[in-house]
């Protein structure tokens, strides 16, 4: 039988189970290939090689399809947990979003325009979860 814990996350998350680029400001590494597992308007876990210092500035960078255009996300915030498994194993990284960027990528050209210039603190809980849920399919 498996014991289900109560759900502790301020905001219901999103599986988008997809490969994307992770980079620790505070640490000399180079961009990282990542593995995002679920995320939510708040913040991501996900999986890479480095294993990050807490409240060390992290970065996720990952391209989707939206609407049939191409978009990038970035997403900045703190490490608020770090999990080890099996030696050599993925390191688990938690981080908690202080800032976003979603950039649409013109196919036509070059040239690239922030979305919708809002800022994310102006958007409703109910804007994130249907875009993140977009994603997720």
Same mark, same amino acid.
């Given at each position: 039988m498996?014991?289900v814990?109560?759900?502790?996350?301020?905001?219901? @998350? =999103? /599986?988008?189970?997809?490969?994307?680029?992770?980079?620790?400001?505070?640490?000399? !590494?180079?961009?990282?290939?990542?593995?995002?597992?679920?995320?939510?308007?708040? &913040?991501?876990?996900?999986?890479?090689r /480095?294993?990050?210092?807490?409240?060390?500035?992290?970065?996720?960078e990952?391209?989707?399809?939206?609407?049939?255009?191409?978009? @990038?996300?970035?997403?900045? &915030?703190?490490?608020?947990? =770090?999990?080890?498994?099996?030696?050599?194993?993925?390191?688990?990284?938690?981080?908690?979003?202080?800032?976003?960027?979603?950039?649409r990528?013109?196919?036509?050209?070059?040239?690239?325009?922030?979305a919708? &210039?809002?800022?994310?603190? &102006?958007?409703?809980?109910?804007?994130?979860?249907?875009?993140?849920? !977009?994603?997720?399919?």
């Open positions: 498996r014991c814990l109560p759900e502790q996350r301020r905001s219901s @998350r =999103v /599986h988008l189970s997809i490969q994307c680029k992770a980079l620790f400001l505070d640490s000399p !590494t180079q961009p990282q290939n990542a593995f995002l597992r679920d995320i939510n308007m708040l &913040g991501a876990f996900f999986y890479c /480095h294993k990050p210092k807490l409240a060390s500035k992290a970065r996720l990952f391209e989707l399809i939206e609407r049939d255009e191409p978009i @990038r996300a970035i997403w900045e &915030g703190p490490v608020v947990r =770090v999990e080890e498994f099996a030696p050599g194993a993925a390191i688990g990284v938690a981080i908690q979003f202080s800032r976003y960027e979603i950039i990528l013109k196919a036509d050209d070059a040239k690239a325009e922030v919708d &210039g809002a800022a994310f603190i &102006g958007w409703t809980v109910n804007m994130v979860d249907r875009t993140l849920i !977009t994603w997720s399919r």
